[in-house]
């Protein structure tokens, strides 16, 4: 824990932590500073003078205050009429030129200029020529929108591309009224982080082709997630809403900080994951190639399990480990095998150095603590065995890997648990469809061992049923998430001293099970 | 001001000739932040060919070893570096305010009149380019003409029309 300092705020006092810049520190106490250039994870620029503000200990009049660290018996000053002015100011310089097109432009309610004019000016425009024009709806590559007439030239997606993903394809050229943010011709965009770009931006400048005229945000429900498009589980907003006659949509992620996991950004893949929630989901309840309402389905789906001789069950590493433990329990109460092989979500070579990960499953680390055998030669020699395979929600063929089982697999009778209509789901006697990650909660471990919770963000119409639940369906005890952890506390030893519901927001990194494990 | 964010691409790659590339080498072990050759390296293309090109600014940037947008931003903030060709002699001529009150309308109207270029412009023969630069710093004797680098001052029409018939 940093030391706390006691300052002063418009005379007021507040204790905040010593030397973080003022944005920051007094943000924690909920006094805003308006500023358009600062990001915590970008640093202080300076260039933008929004935040400027008044330290009475004979310093000069103004400084700003994303460059002042917060020092103990520091009197700031935030509401004097000469702070007020340059605020006032600084926004009728931004304003000026600006096209005040707030109607057309996604960042309306999100959008940092907006807010601050309202709270800070109010004014009407005092200009009386023509506004400079500039590039609109530029295309920069991967996907950002770019209108240099909505920009104020914070440099935030500059410093962006320097510090970040250090491919540097932007810069700010000419100068004055002329400047605006431009790639180099034939340079576009060219990382897998840009669209981290768009959602840095203080204003309406950078926006998503994915997301542009899509909706607007104010009607977007933003619920806490985590993204699972590969082992890093990096934290992401779901924005998602259910239009009227429609079903419940997800229409982007965002990046959500957790600095122990992801920072302050996302990938772009990640970002864009959300349309495979959307897109291609297993709906219908299938019993040999008929549909059929889910309870006939699940009737099915036991009485299958009843009679098979020797019942495989598949797990997918996406799976939380609560569904990962409810499959283990009926596992055995029906005496199946169980096997968590997923090889194919593992892209050798794609990941990086800084979020993307190689291994496209969110719970890897999961199965290994909960000790279900993840081997291809298991898997395999079980299913020679088996002659019935059920699988949860596992994409054999998310890779090219597994060609070879195609034959082996076709030869047996299979049961689907699936969220997305797949090729290899299609054979299935059975199909039940069940939810995907934004429908349900849970706990997963990150590649790191970082364990996290979210929670069900997505409701649809018809909410196709949990994992979890279709298991309680199937004569499994347990009933929800919370009756999963006793079970789960006694057997894996990293895990016994874990009350989910007490996981913190950045999530617990665990003990490697070789040390000794410290209780929390 | 103007937008130079429009570049010109000759369709050709850059490279600095033998002499420019001594030069470059020389220069380069003053800085010990290699990005801060930019500058004298617009100088050096600058120099070699009268103009920037597209292609220029890219070899600066694979050989000082940064980012083509970060020389591309230089090359733009500074007026000084021409983006496109010039004639063969290039007449700056000073607008800011002492200048302006000396009647530096006159140095530019003559110009459009005796040669036919107006500030942006090359002469059709090639032979000269106008532009309007903001202060030269020699304000004690505006209006001030600054010819293929060289100064000018207290110029008028006349004065300006004898010096251009010195050249060639």
Same mark, same amino acid.
């Given at each position: 824990m940093a030391? @706390?300092?006691?300052l002063?705020?418009?005379g007021?006092?507040?204790?905040?932590?010593?030397?973080?810049?003022?944005?920051?520190a007094l943000?924690v106490?909920?006094?805003e500073i308006p500023?358009?250039?600062?990001?915590?994870?970008?640093?202080?620029?300076g260039?933008?003078?929004m935040?400027?503000?008044g330290i009475e200990d004979g310093?000069?009049p103004?400084?700003?205050?994303?460059?002042t660290p917060? @020092?103990?018996? @520091?009197k700031?000053?935030? +509401?004097a009429?000469?702070?007020?002015?340059?605020?006032?100011?600084?926004?009728?310089?931004?304003?000026?030129?600006h096209?005040?097109?707030?109607?057309?432009c996604?960042?309306?309610g999100?959008?940092?200029?907006q807010?601050?004019?309202?709270?800070?000016?109010?004014d009407?425009s005092r200009?009386?020529?023509?506004p400079?024009k500039?590039?609109?709806?530029?295309?920069?590559?991967?996907?950002?929108?770019?209108?240099?007439?909505?920009c &104020?030239?914070?440099?935030r997606?500059?410093?962006f591309?320097?510090q970040?993903?250090?491919t540097?394809?932007?810069?700010? &050229?000419?100068?004055?009224?002329?400047?605006?943010v431009?790639?180099?011709?034939?340079?576009p965009l060219?990382n897998r982080?840009?669209?981290?770009?768009?959602?840095?931006?203080?204003v309406?400048?950078?926006t998503?082709?994915?997301f542009?005229?899509?909706?607007? &945000?104010?009607?977007l429900k933003?619920d806490?997630? #985590?993204?699972?498009g590969?082992?890093?589980?990096?934290?992401?907003?779901?924005?998602? !809403?259910?239009?009227?006659?429609?079903?419940d949509?997800?229409?982007?992620?965002r990046?959500?900080?957790?600095?122990q996991?992801?920072g302050?950004f996302?990938c772009?893949?990640?970002?864009?994951?959300y !349309?495979?929630?959307?897109e291609?989901?297993?709906?219908?309840?299938?019993?040999d190639?008929g549909v059929?309402?889910?309870?006939?389905? #699940?009737k099915?789906?036991r009485?299958?399990?009843d009679?098979a001789r020797?019942?495989?069950?598949?797990?997918?590493a996406?799976?939380?480990?609560?569904q990962m433990?409810a499959?283990?329990?009926?596992?055995?109460?029906?005496?199946?095998?169980?096997?968590g092989?997923?090889?194919a979500?593992?892209?050798?070579g794609?990941?990086?150095d800084y979020?993307?990960?190689?291994?496209k499953?969110?719970n890897?680390?999961?199965?290994?603590?909960?000790g279900i +055998?993840?081997?291809?030669?298991?898997?395999?020699?079980?299913?020679?065995?088996a002659?019935?395979?059920?699988n949860?929600?596992n994409?054999?063929?998310?890779?090219?890997?597994n060609d070879?089982?195609?034959?082996?697999?076709?030869s047996?009778?299979?049961?689907a648990?699936?969220?997305h209509?797949?090729?290899l789901?299609e054979?299935?006697?059975?199909?039940?469809?069940?939810?995907?990650?934004s429908?349900?909660?849970?706990t997963i471990?990150?590649? +790191?061992?970082?364990l996290?919770?979210?929670r069900k963000?997505v409701t649809k119409n018809?909410?196709?049923?949990d994992?979890?639940? #279709?298991?309680?369906?199937?004569?499994?005890?347990?009933?929800?998430?919370?009756?999963?952890?006793?079970?789960?506390r006694?057997s894996?030893?990293v895990?016994?001293?874990?009350?989910?519901?007490? #996981?913190?927001?950045?999530g617990l990194?665990?003990q490697?099970?070789?040390?000794p494990h410290?209780?929390? | 001001?103007?937008?130079?964010?429009e570049?010109?691409a000759?369709?050709?790659?850059?490279?600095?000739?033998?002499?420019r590339?001594?030069?470059?080498?020389r220069?380069?072990?003053r800085y010990p932040?290699?990005?801060s050759m930019?500058?004298p390296a617009l100088?050096l293309?600058?120099?070699?060919?009268?103009?920037i090109c597209?292609e220029?600014?890219?070899?600066?940037?694979?050989r000082i070893?940064?980012?083509?947008?970060?020389?591309?931003?230089?090359a733009?903030?500074?007026?000084m570096?021409h983006l496109?060709?010039?004639?063969r002699?290039?007449i700056?001529?000073c607008?800011t305010l002492?200048?302006?009150l000396?009647?530096?309308q006159?140095?530019?109207?003559?110009?459009?009149?005796?040669?036919?270029?107006?500030?942006?412009q090359v002469?059709?023969?090639?032979?000269?380019?106008?532009e309007e630069?903001e202060c030269?710093?020699h304000c004690g004797?505006?209006p001030?003409?600054?010819l293929?680098?060289?100064f000018?001052?207290?110029?008028d029409a006349?004065?300006?029309?004898?010096?251009l018939a010195?050249l060639?």
């Open positions: 030391e @706390m300092v006691k002063f705020v418009n007021q006092e507040v204790a905040v932590e010593q030397g973080k810049n003022l944005i920051d943000k106490v909920g006094i500023h358009f250039c600062y990001h915590p994870a970008l640093g202080a620029d260039n933008c003078r935040c400027l503000v310093r000069p103004l400084v700003p205050a994303c460059k917060a @020092m103990e018996g @520091m700031v000053l935030l +509401d009429e000469h702070i007020k002015k340059i605020q006032h100011d600084v926004l009728e310089l931004e304003l000026i030129n096209p005040i097109d707030c109607p057309v996604d960042q309306a999100e959008c940092t200029l807010d601050y004019y309202m709270t800070y000016s109010l009407d200009r009386g020529v023509e400079v500039k590039g609109k709806r530029m295309d920069l590559g991967c996907g950002v929108v770019h209108d240099q007439e909505r &104020v030239l914070c440099a997606c500059v410093r591309t320097r970040i993903t250090r540097g394809e932007l810069g700010i &050229v000419n100068r004055s009224d002329e400047a605006r431009a790639i180099f011709p034939g340079k060219d982080y840009a669209l981290n770009i768009v959602d840095i931006c203080p309406g400048a950078m998503s082709s994915d542009r005229f899509r909706q607007r &945000v104010w009607f933003k806490e997630g #985590i993204c699972h590969c082992s890093k589980g990096c934290n992401i907003y779901i924005d998602h !809403h259910r239009e009227k006659y429609k079903d949509m997800i229409y982007r992620f990046a959500r900080t957790n600095l996991v992801n302050y996302i772009d893949e990640g970002r864009l994951s !349309h495979r929630e959307n291609n989901r297993q709906s219908q309840t299938r019993v190639g059929v309402g889910f309870e006939e389905g #699940i099915a789906f009485s299958r399990l009679t020797k019942p495989l069950m598949l797990l997918s996406d799976c939380t480990l609560e433990w499959v283990k329990r009926i596992a055995n109460l029906y005496g199946a095998g169980l096997s092989y997923s090889d979500s593992v892209l050798p794609d990941g990086d979020l993307i990960q190689d291994d499953a969110a890897r680390k999961g199965l290994e603590l909960l +055998d993840s081997s291809k030669e298991s898997f395999m020699a079980a299913l020679q065995d002659d019935l395979l059920v949860f929600n994409d054999l063929f998310f890779s090219n890997i070879e089982l195609r034959p082996l697999l076709d047996k009778e299979c049961i648990v699936c969220s209509a797949r090729k789901f054979k299935a006697a059975i199909i039940i469809p069940t939810a995907s990650y429908e349900y909660g849970g471990v990150n590649g +790191d061992g970082v996290q919770l979210f963000a018809d909410d196709p049923h994992i979890l639940e #279709i298991t309680r369906l199937l004569g499994g005890a347990i009933v929800d998430a919370a009756r999963a952890w006793p079970g789960i006694q894996v030893a895990l016994s001293a874990v009350q989910p519901e007490q #996981i913190p927001a950045e990194k665990l490697s099970s070789e040390e410290v209780g929390s | 001001m103007s937008d130079r964010s570049l010109i000759v369709g050709k790659p850059f490279s600095f000739d033998a002499e590339d001594a030069e470059f080498e220069l380069i072990t932040i290699r990005e930019i500058m100088w293309v600058q120099e070699q060919d009268g103009w597209a220029a600014i890219s070899y600066i940037a694979e070893g940064t980012y083509p947008a970060k020389v591309f931003e230089l733009t903030f500074y007026t570096y496109k060709p010039v004639g002699h290039h700056c001529v607008r002492s200048c302006y000396r009647d530096k006159e140095i530019v109207d003559y110009l459009a009149e005796e040669i036919g270029i107006r500030p942006g002469s059709e023969d090639g032979k000269f380019s106008l630069v030269l710093g004797t505006a001030v003409v600054q293929d680098g060289e000018h001052e207290a110029m006349k004065k300006l029309k004898a010096l010195t060639d």
